[in-house]
C-alpha cells in the first residue's frame, strides 16, 4: 500500500459527460501528478499541482482541469467526455516535487466512456 | 517524439535466472532515474532509483545501471522470481520536471 488513495476505483460513463476523480496524497506529500495510461500505452503525465499551486502541465487536453484544495487532496475534472478518454488514470505523490523526490502511486481509476 | 525508450515489450526468464530490463533514454539532461514495477489492477510501485552521478545503485535483488554516455539504463533481477512476472516502468527526470515514462516491459518469470 502505498498511501496514495483514490476514488472511485471503476467509473463508467457516457460520452458528453463529466466526471471527478479524486485523490488524497500520501500524509506529508505536498506534490499530486496525474497521469493518464491509455490501452498499450505508457504512464502520460497530465499535471502537477505543489501545495496547492499548479506547477508543471504535459499533454493535458482542455476538456481536462485539476485542482489541489488546502488539505491537499486533488481532483480532476475530466468533460465533454470522448470514447477516447477511456483510460485508467493514476494520481501520485511526492514530498516536495522537486529533483530526486520519488512519487508514490495510487490505485487507478478506470475510466470507460461509452 | 519519444524521449524514453523501453524497446522490449516483453521478456520471459527461468525462475531463477536473471532478468535485464533495458531503458534508453535521449535526453541527456535527465539526471534521476527510476523504476517501478505495475501488477495488473495496481498502481505502478516504486522499485529503486539511481541518481546521474552514479552509475549503479542497488538493493536486495534489483540492480540498476546507469550508462549515461549511452544513455542507457537497465534493471537486473537475481534472482527472478515467479511473483516479479509484472509490467516494468522505467521513468526519467531532471530538475524538477516531471517523470517522463516508457511503455513499459513485461515481465513473465516461469517456473
Known amino acids: 500500500d502505498s498511501g496514495v488513495t483514490q476514488t472511485p476505483k471503476h467509473l463508467i460513463t457516457a460520452t458528453g459527460q463529466r466526471v471527478t476523480l479524486r485523490c488524497s496524497p500520501r500524509?506529508?506529500?505536498?506534490?499530486v501528478y496525474w497521469y493518464q495510461q491509455s490501452l498499450d500505452q505508457g504512464l502520460q503525465f497530465l499535471i502537477q499541482?505543489?501545495?496547492?499551486?499548479?506547477?508543471a502541465k504535459g499533454n493535458i487536453l482542455e476538456r481536462f482541469s485539476a485542482q489541489q484544495f488546502p488539505d491537499l487532496h486533488s481532483e480532476l475534472n475530466l468533460s465533454s467526455l470522448e470514447l477516447g478518454d477511456s483510460a485508467l488514470y493514476f494520481c501520485?505523490?511526492?514530498?516536495?516535487?522537486?529533483?530526486?523526490?520519488?512519487?508514490?502511486f495510487g490505485p487507478g481509476t478506470r475510466l470507460t466512456v461509452l | 517524439d519519444q524521449q524514453v525508450k523501453q524497446n522490449s515489450p516483453s521478456l520471459s526468464v527461468q525462475e531463477g535466472r536473471i532478468s535485464i530490463l533495458n531503458c534508453d533514454y535521449t535526453n541527456s539532461m535527465f539526471d534521476y532515474f527510476l523504476w517501478y514495477k505495475k501488477y495488473p489492477a495496481e498502481g505502478p510501485t516504486f522499485l529503486i532509483s539511481?541518481?546521474?552521478?552514479?552509475d549503479k545503485n542497488e538493493d536486495g535483488r534489483f540492480t540498476v545501471f546507469l550508462n549515461k554516455s549511452a544513455k542507457h539504463l537497465s534493471l537486473h533481477i537475481v534472482p527472478s522470481q515467479p511473483g516479479d512476472s509484472a509490467v516494468y516502468f522505467c521513468g526519467c527526470m531532471k530538475g524538477n520536471t516531471p517523470l517522463v515514462f516508457g511503455k513499459g516491459t513485461r515481465l513473465s518469470v516461469i517456473a
Open positions: 539511481i541518481s546521474s552521478i552514479k
Open positions: 501520485a505523490s511526492s514530498e516536495a516535487g522537486g529533483s530526486s523526490d520519488t512519487q508514490y
Open positions: 500524509s506529508g506529500d505536498l506534490s
Open positions: 499541482y505543489y501545495n496547492g499551486e499548479e506547477r
